[in-house]
């Protein structure tokens, strides 16, 4: 466990710039004073907005880089640019062992192809897949992936993505045993593809594993707290994502125009306002931000591109939570388990042969 999680910042990344990542950073200070940190982008830039800042100048080392992906940039545009742009450095100062973990609101295929390429994926997982939390109606939020890195998944992709994500569950939530699901069309065992009732039938028989697998669950019961962890391929993960978001986005535009159509209902907005700021704070994006790439040899963390202080903040504070509980360990042991579980099952299968 690291006692004083070191964050590599992409200063550059985001839709604000230099200003809101490091208004950010500083935020995060506040909340977890045992934070260091290593700001990567245009020194000049990055000092003039750490007057405003000394708490955490005196906690951070600045580290220039000259370069700054784009949103337009293609993942193999950014890969050449690896060693010169903000982004390509944080995630080699996690390689290097000078950050537990890279933070970045930047384009995030690019950021997805540099720490693939760099970090390289753990022993025993095909793919990495994307995660973050989502709110519930339940006591707990819910953690879903993949959610756009891997558009088609096998069986064994979707098993490494729940011990994945159960890790993530128990390292964030403190969780026991996550309640893990895969989402599917249907809740009853003959439905869905060949790929998802495979990946069923090994998570039932997985109890030796620190997670409780319940089976399926359908995309209207994302939000119902029912599940810790929700597992499912890379496209059908970002559509629902997305539809999760965009509904979100609908249904607050509509209380807006609802509660001001007439004096009656701004009146009735007035009564109803504790209420309505608990249900914005519920919804807003900026207190769940932070999407993490699982199953590399490192931790990074991808911020929304247009996250407010508060959410750049809260995927920092995901980044050191993730760091010292050592995450990357936690999927090893687990891992590990499932290959001692098939060995021990090959060997049985041959001695009864």
Known sequence: ?????????DAMGGDGGVPLMIAGAALALERNPALLFRLVGDESAIRAELVAHPALARVSTVVHASEVIS???????AIRRAKTSSMGIAIADVKAGEADAAVSGGNTGALMAMAKLALRTMSGIDRPALAALLPTLGDNDVIMLDLGANTECEARNLIQFAVMGSAYARTVMSLPRPRVRLLNIGTEDLKGTDDLRAAATTLREADHLPLSFDGFIEGDRIGSGEADVIVTDGFSGNI?????EGTARFITDLLKRAFTSSLRSKAGFLLSKPAFRLLSVHLDPNNHNG????????I?????????????????GVAAKLAANDITRRITEDLDHIRQQHAAATRASESAA
Not at 240 to 244: C, E, F, H, R, Y
């Open 1 to 9: 466990m690291t006692s004083a999680p070191r964050i590599a910042l």
């Open 71 to 77: 949103g337009e940039d293609k993942p193999a545009q």
């Open 240 to 244: 629902a994502l997305k539809t999760i």
């Open 291 to 298: 999407a993490v790439f699982l199953g590399l040899n490192g």
């Open 300 to 316: 990074v963390v991808k911020s929304h591109g247009g996250a407010n202080v508060s959410g750049v903040a809260q995927a920092i």
